[in-house]
């Protein structure tokens, strides 16, 4: 997960937040998710070890509402085109698409980084 992000950089900054978020919400729009029902965190591959920990760590109604999105998101891609889902379905912009995944995964690096360093921690004696 711990790809570079230029968030921060652009949300200080008040004159380049107005003129990104038109383009992000564009590109989001283009990506073609939302139409499907889904939300941005149910894209995350879940090979690596970290994200599959981050989801059994999850709370049981989310996990549920994942997978129910995942699922519907699978049969509406069958059964049409992929790009028309029911209207009660589709995400609005910044509707219901805050981070649920993410925050956990984060908090899973923090936790390992900390392993990391305890474990590769030297301890010196200082001569009597």
């Known amino acids: 997960?711990?790809?570079p992000s230029f968030t921060n950089f652009i949300i200080k900054r008040p004159w380049l937040r107005r003129w990104m978020t038109p383009l992000a919400n564009w590109y989001t729009d283009a990506a073609g998710y939302r139409k499907l029902g889904l939300?941005?965190?149910d894209?995350?591959?879940e090979e690596s070890e970290t994200v599959e920990l981050a989801l059994k760590r999850l709370s049981q109604k989310e996990a549920y509402d994942r997978v129910f999105r995942l699922r519907r998101a699978f049969q509406?891609?069958?059964l049409s085109d992929?790009?028309?889902c029911f209207k009660a379905a589709r995400m609005l912009i910044g509707h219901s698409d805050v981070p649920y995944l993410t925050p956990i995964i984060r908090e899973i690096e923090a936790e390992k980084k900390?392993?990391?360093d305890l474990e590769s921690m030297?301890?010196?004696r200082r001569p009597a």
């Open 1 to 3: 997960m711990s790809q």
């Open 39 to 41: 939300r941005a965190d």
């Open 43 to 45: 894209l995350i591959p």
């Open 76 to 78: 509406v891609g069958i």
């Open 82 to 84: 992929g790009s028309v």
């Open 114 to 116: 900390e392993r990391e």
């Open 122 to 124: 030297v301890i010196k």
